[in-house]
Antibody, heavy 122, light 107 residues
Framework: EVQLLESGGGLVQPGGSLRLSCAASGFTFSPYAMSWVRQAPGKGLEWVSGISGSGGSTYYADSIQGRFTISRDNSKNTLFLQMNSLRAEDSAIYYC???????????????WGQGALVTVSS | DIQMTQSPSSLSASVGDRVTITCRSSQTITTYLNWYQQKSGEAPKLLISTASTLQSGVPSRFSGSGSGTDFTLTISSLQPEDFATYYCQQSYRTPLTFGEGTKVEMK
């Protein structure tokens, strides 16, 4: 059974940083492209970032470009999201999501974690 | 960016009803359209990919259709466990975008 477990969320002040992790188990992590999707409280889904199975290609939403960095450690079956210069509007549940492909091309997210809550507030 | 517009934003229905949700993209996305179901307090679940491919384990009462810019998710006979919010998502190009969601509530 595919399991994705996010960690690293919490309360941070505007301008601060957080690093989210997503520990994957129940499947062979390295071939699959992965992604982060967020959801502000009571709002819809927003794609944040994606990464190929090798980690060699990364993709970002315009709203976080230059502030967030996605990466992965295939030896540890873990996906990361480094979030810098955080703003109040970044407050959301951040979901780790698996695609069914090696490359981040036309992805559908076939498995999701339970999410990590990030709150940006002074 | 490709804009995704879902309608209606909410609907009230009864068990056994046929429910149809539409999703329109601001430009052609061929069939790169996915549908998700999200229940309150849970992560989303992929129901249908590439417009009409039903995911393993998803009941056959769910179906998807469409191509180009207009797409439909149909629940042929609504069941109690289907009350949830449904999202469409285009995977034609990045940035990937979702519709605003359709909340299916009990009448």
């Amino acid at each position: 059974e595919v399991q994705l477990l996010e960690s690293g969320g919490g309360l941070v002040q505007p301008g601060g940083s957080l690093r989210l992790s997503c520990a994957a188990s129940g499947f062979t992590f390295s071939p699959y492209a992965m992604s982060w999707v967020r959801q502000a409280p009571g709002k819809g889904l927003e794609w944040v970032s994606g990464i190929s199975g090798s980690g060699g290609s990364t993709y970002y939403a315009d709203s976080i470009q230059g502030r967030f960095t996605i990466s992965r450690d295939n030896s540890k079956n873990t996906l990361f999201l480094q979030m810098n210069s955080l703003r109040a509007e970044d407050s959301a549940i951040y979901y780790c999501a698996k695609t069914g492909a090696v490359v981040f091309l036309h992805p559908a997210f076939d498995s999701w974690g339970q999410g990590a809550l990030v709150t940006v507030s002074s | 960016d490709i804009q995704m517009t879902q309608s209606p934003s909410s609907l009230s229905a009864s068990v056994g009803d046929r429910v149809t949700i539409t999703c329109r993209s601001s430009q052609t996305i061929t069939t790169y359209l996915n549908w998700y179901q999200q229940k309150s307090g849970e992560a989303p679940k992929l129901l249908i990919s590439t417009a009409s491919t039903l995911q393993s384990g998803v009941p056959s009462r769910f179906s998807g259709s469409g191509s180009g810019t207009d797409f439909t998710l149909t629940i042929s006979s609504l069941q109690p466990e289907d009350f949830a919010t449904y999202y469409c998502q285009q995977s034609y190009r990045t940035p990937l975008t979702f519709g605003e969601g359709t909340k299916v509530e009990m009448k």
